[in-house]
């Protein structure tokens, strides 16, 4: 079984995770910019993580034979804190940049006018780029937030096939599909969806422009949640061509819209920077 994560947050993993990724099948990645957990105080904060993203990660993931590529923003959270907000301005000559695949993740988190600013312009600045996006529906008053965000959409010069939305539900699941978008479901061990109630969802709407990932984090979160829901789905009776499609065709599809996917993963040098990394390989 083949897997494309697309969407998890390495940063905040182990090289742990990398080996136990790669042996349950991970073979690409993308890590969308989010929040870091403590607030951010200036752009600069935003460009360093964004350089991580860009050239440590990339590295890291080469060493275990991962593809990683990045999604870059000003997440939600943060567009609403006016020390952070100037990052827009940096953003253009960010995504030009060849490992970056989509604009991301951007949308709602409290459902603000600074909000709804922020994901109008980067929908622009993805637009511009022509790349797609990824779109973070809120974890509060979700079916709201995901009408609210098909609107911007709607409103903006970005197509819904190239729009991303995710972390969607049961109760989100079938207006965020009438709206021609992805659908992205972010499988935890206690919130946001589970791999029974995914298995039961492409049960019930089908496999056609789904993405499942793990979103794991610093929080509590498992990176082999992808994993899980390809064993789950061919226990329910799907064949390995569905699975192949949910887990690995599906995020390939949404992301080679940028035109810069590469999904094998360059041998890394000895040294990033002046860094060694090979701790616990072989």
């Known amino acids: 079984m083949r897997v494309f994560d697309p969407h998890i947050h390495m940063t905040s993993r182990t090289t742990d995770d990398y080996q136990a990724m790669y042996d349950a099948g991970v073979r690409a990645l993308v890590e969308p910019s989010f929040w870091l957990g403590q607030p951010r ?21 080469a060493q275990y034979g991962i593809a990683h590529h990045c999604a870059l923003a000003l997440n939600p959270k943060e567009a609403n804190d006016p020390r952070c907000t100037p990052v827009l301005d940096d953003l253009p000559r960010y995504l030009a940049k060849d490992g970056v695949v989509a604009v991301g993740e951007i949308g709602y ?48 010069p970005l197509a819904p096939d190239r729009v991303l939305l995710d972390h969607l539900n049961e109760t989100t699941v079938k207006e965020a599909a009438d709206s021609g978008a992805w659908l992205g479901f972010s499988v935890y061990p206690d919130t946001k969806m589970d791999v029974d109630r995914m298995v039961a969802i492409l049960r019930n709407h089908g496999t056609t422009r789904v993405l499942v990932n793990s979103a794991a984090d610093w929080g509590r979160s498992d990176p082999l949640k992808t994993r899980a829901v390809g064993d789950a789905m061919l226990a329910a009776g799907f064949t390995d061509d569905d699975v192949d499609r949910v887990l690995w065709r599906n995020p390939g599809a949404f992301y080679g819209l940028s035109g810069r996917l590469r999904l094998d993963p360059s041998s890394p040098q000895d040294l990033h920077e002046g860094n060694s990394l090979l701790r616990g390989g072989e």
């Open 109 to 156: 988190d409290s459902l603000t006018p600074a909000e709804d600013t922020a994901l109008a312009a980067q929908l622009q600045l993805a637009a511009d780029h022509g790349l797609p996006a990824l779109v973070h529906t809120p974890h509060r008053d979700k079916l709201t937030g995901l009408r609210r965000t098909i609107d911007v959409v709607r409103e903006s």
């Open 41 to 61: 105080t200036s752009p600069a904060s935003f460009l360093d993580y964004f350089d991580s993203l860009l050239g440590w990660e990339p590295f890291r993931a």
